[in-house]
C-alpha cells in the first residue's frame, strides 16, 4: 500500500545492515526524466549508475529507478534529503536496496562504519595521534652543522680595509666609497643652509608693546 498525504510515514530504524549505497526510488513520473533524476541525486555525491526498472511493480504514469552511488554516505545524504520530496509533480519515495549488494560491498560497509564509531566514541584519539608524532632526528653532520651557525664568531671588516685579493677591485671600493661620502657631505651641508635660510627669513612676530596707560 503507498503512502498518502493524510497518512504520516511510519517511524523506522535503520540499522547498517539495512543501509545501503543501492538506492530504489519509486513514483517517479514517466515522462523520460532518468537524466535529470540523475543529474537532482548526483547533488549529493557521485551517482555510478542510474536506470529504470522495468520489472518492478509501480503505479499507473509511474516508473522506477535503481540508483548506485560510490560511496554509502552519499547514499544515505540523498535519501535524507530527497525522500518524500517533490519532483515534477510527484512526491518520490526512497528506500534502501541492500539486497544488490555484493559480498565486498557488504565488506566495505561494515568496515566504513566500524571507523565511524570507534572515531565518535574516541574523538581525542586523533588529536593524540597527531600530537605524538616527533621530527625525525638529525644526523651528526647536521647537529654539528647547527652548533657551529649557532656559536660562530662575528666577524666585522673595517670600511678601510682591504679585503679583496684584487687591487682594482679595492680601488673601485675606495672610490665608490669616497663618491658616497661627498654626496652625504653635500647633503649635510644643503640641510644646514636650508635650516639657516629659514631662521633668516622667519618674521619677527614680537612687537613692542604700547603702554597706553593713563598717568596721574
Known amino acids: 500500500m503507498g503512502r498518502t498525504k493524510e497518512i504520516p510515514p511510519a517511524a523506522r530504524v535503520y540499522t547498517v545492515c539495512d543501509e545501503s549505497r543501492y538506492l530504489v526510488v519509486r513514483k517517479v513520473p514517466a515522462l523520460g526524466c532518468g537524466d535529470d533524476l540523475m543529474r537532482l541525486f548526483a547533488t549529493y555525491g557521485e551517482v555510478e549508475e542510474c ?119 679595492n680601488q673601485t671600493v675606495k672610490t665608490v666609497r669616497e663618491k658616497l661620502n661627498k654626496i652625504e657631505e653635500s647633503g649635510k651641508q644643503k640641510r644646514s643652509e636650508a635650516s639657516s635660510q629659514n631662521l633668516q627669513t622667519e618674521p619677527d612676530l614680537k612687537r613692542t608693546r604700547v603702554d597706553n596707560r593713563r598717568r596721574i
Not at 99 to 121: G, N, P, Q
Not at 157 to 163: I, T
Open 51 to 169: 536506470k529504470p526498472m522495468d520489472a518492478e511493480d509501480c503505479e499507473e504514469f509511474t516508473d522506477v529507478y535503481w540508483i548506485k552511488f560510490r560511496l554509502i554516505a552519499n547514499a544515505r545524504f540523498a535519501k535524507r534529503k530527497l525522500d518524500d520530496s517533490v519532483f515534477l509533480g510527484n512526491r518520490l519515495q526512497i528506500s534502501y536496496a541492500p539486497e544488490f549488494e555484493s559480498l565486498s560491498d557488504t565488506m566495505d560497509k561494515l568496515e566504513t562504519r566500524r571507523k565511524e564509531v570507534l572515531a565518535r566514541s574516541n574523538p581525542q584519539k586523533g588529536k593524540s595521534s597527531v600530537s605524538q608524532v616527533t621530527k625525525p632526528a638529525l644526523t651528526q653532520s647536521e647537529t654539528d652543522y647547527q652548533f657551529h651557525r649557532r656559536n660562530a664568531p662575528i666577524t666585522r671588516v673595517s670600511s678601510d680595509q682591504e679585503y679583496f685579493g684584487s687591487s682594482s677591485m
